[in-house]
């Protein structure tokens, strides 16, 4: 009888080696180069390799952090996207093992240091209007949607996806369906667990023509979604878009449970903290949500936030230790706690833009020279230095900024400011004795500034300019701002440029405020926004900026910087472009030692 | 309160009048006699000659931005120092001076006029309209001057006909108040009743016979009303809804510096402190004609 138990245990083991064999990856010890060929992609590879589509971003990370040392390996921005011939790195199985761990979160480094949340973070922020997740648009209104719930996705300060909600997803090769798996565990706050059904619910709602939320467009090339498993939810695309899981990060996008009746005052969440008690307009108070599905977050165990409808009161709070951390203040209040004792701060470059419109479809801006005066009589560098205080990055007219390393170009030259040709242009146009405008300004951030700075450059030229300044809900208020001739709007930070060519510079944009139509503009930003071709993107990138530049409807004198100061109390900050979407579970007390 | 200073002994004026010296300089020399009136009207009159010689004598541009300067403490260069933007704060006070003052002038001018009218009209005639009137100037004098005048701008816009237009509207019913009630206490004077039987017209009732008698309540209130509507215009200037930038409007000024407090603080308080000795100037000024004035009946 033992012989015979002993027998079927060695049988079991061969045969389990064996059943290992089999699958096991063609691979060698301490991986292996590919090449790409016609058909394949990260996820069909990965399968390959690993017999696992959703272990692509090992390959991924493993290709980027060869490319850091050896040239003959390109970096890999998107990986939804790889060309024919391109080099890749397949790491071993426990390199690849631990890649996809770092991927996942990395909660491992920051469970080392302090085990249980403690403390609480109190956080200043302006007056929140709107909590109900589809039409929030405010930082401290995405701030509690953050807080309270999860996205599917988040983007990384590097402009990088990152797995929140969904641990893995792949992408067909066709590139029109996405394959998501959502993280085991995770529960709502009322205790009911995280069911596909849920992410199928919240996209259907935001996207359903019906309801007319701002999201609808956004989401309009989505065919399907559904799931495909307790914990699996595939989306489907009618048109290729490399930008599908920036755009699932959307600010509104925050996963509620299936059939929620009021999102704007239910709270239900998975996210990392429990709404347990919010006076409208004072403040909220949050709790750690012990079940939180990533080990090890949050860092601190109770989260308030404290409502300011000043943003100098709320610095004032900071400095009197009645908050601990602001993240929307004027520059010169950044300037001031930057030698305060007691307080660290810190700035963080943003893709975020105040641009000046004339409007191009009716007159006087509907003739090119018009503008092209506009623009050689204004000084970038001027009004960088002297409004935003040198913070930042100093603007080239086009809303793609230096952070969008792949495809920030400077081939195209700046123009030098010139307001003698300004004028000359203008009296070429028809108007000898310049121009008289009224200039509508909204009460927010440095605009005014740059209002009154421009006016007294622009004299130079004869542009006579009469300034208004307005409060924000006045100028965006019944979307007047869309209607005025010359106005300044503030854009804010978002992690891919295509945002602001589609909804600002298209012919039939929804916020086109520079009535701006130009055929063959649109058609680059079309070919931009579909192709799975980086190098075609890359040109039309380029091309782009070309035309902003040389005949463009806009001037952008200067891309802002996103300011935040946290009391020494606490360590981990990592201040975000968009100041709501910061991620608060990293932030813990400092430890005194 | 106002038999009191009726009665009061009188300090020795400070210089010799009679008869024929000129009744505004016999006035004059009544403010100087106490120290605090004279402060004010001092002040007052060095406000107006600034205001006069102000863009000759200011070393800069209201609106002059000079990069390199910005943010400078105060020097010889720069008196009051410079601003975020490098434009002179001392120039600015200076040119500013003659926009709040010219604005609240006009405007208590204006106001001083209509409620004159209204009040003498109102007061004469009598029953219906005067009822209806003066409820409606009830019901404005109940609202805060400051919330009247917001809700007029958000309806208009901001701009300065608008601003002119506000202080008109926020302070005619104090002055018609005023004008009325010296009015129904001269009414029943004899010398109305003897005007009336002459046949005299109603126009020569009203101006010829009533208003002088009006004239001196009504000097006072216009100089009160002056030193409130400075207030006024500083107080929209401040809150946005006044004057738009660049405009060198001392209470856009210190909004516009609240943020830099502490980069620039010299940016705030100087257009704070011109603020407040004018209004108090005029006040003290206004107390004083009041007790002058009040004495020459």
Redesign the interface.
Known sequence: MRKIVIALVLLLFVLSSGLVNAAAPLQQEGGQEYTVQADDWLSKLADKFYGDVFNWPAIWLGTNQKAAADSSFAMISNPDIVEVGQKLWIPDAEEAAALLAEYSGGAAPAAATGGAPSGTLRVAWDIPVQLDPAFASSDSEIAILNAVYDYLVDIDPGNNIRPRLATRWAVSGDGLTYTFTLASGATFHDGSPLTANDVVWTFNRLRDPALELPTADLYQNITNVEATGDLEVTFTLAETNPFFLFDLSDNHAVILQADTADPATEFNGTGPFRVVNYTPEDRMQLQANENYFMPGKPGVAELEFIFFSDQAASVDALRGGQVDLVMRMPTPLFLALENEAGINTVSVPTNGFDLIRLRSDREPGNDPRVIQAMKLATDRQAIFETVTLGLGAVGRDSPIGPLFTAYYSEATAMPQRDPAAAQALLAEAGYPDGLQLDLHVPDSGDRPDLAVVLKEQWAEAGIDVNVIVEPESVYYGDNGWLEVDLGITGWGSRPIPQFYLDVMLVCDAEWNESHYCNPEFDQLVQTAGTTLNEQERVQAYNEIQRILIEEGPVIIPYFFPQLGAISENFTGLELKAFAGRTDLTTIRPAQSQ | MATEDRFAPLPAPIWKTSRSTPRWLRTLTRLYTQPASAFGTTVFLFFIIIALIGPFIAPYGA?E?I?AD?RQVPSAAHFFGTD???RDIFSRVIIGSRDILELAGLGTLLAVLAGTLFGLASGYKGGLFDEILFRLFDSLLAMPALLLALLLLGTIG?SRNSILAVIVVVYTPIVGRVVRSVVLGVKPKGFIEAAQVQGETTFHILFREILPSVFPALAVEAALRFSYAIFLVASLGFL?VGI???SPDWGLMVN?A???V??TPWALYFPAAAISLLVIGVNLMADGLKRALQVDI
């Open positions: 609106t931005q990069r910005a975020r933007l490098g901001p946005g738009q930038p660049p516009e609240r943020n830099y502490s980069l």
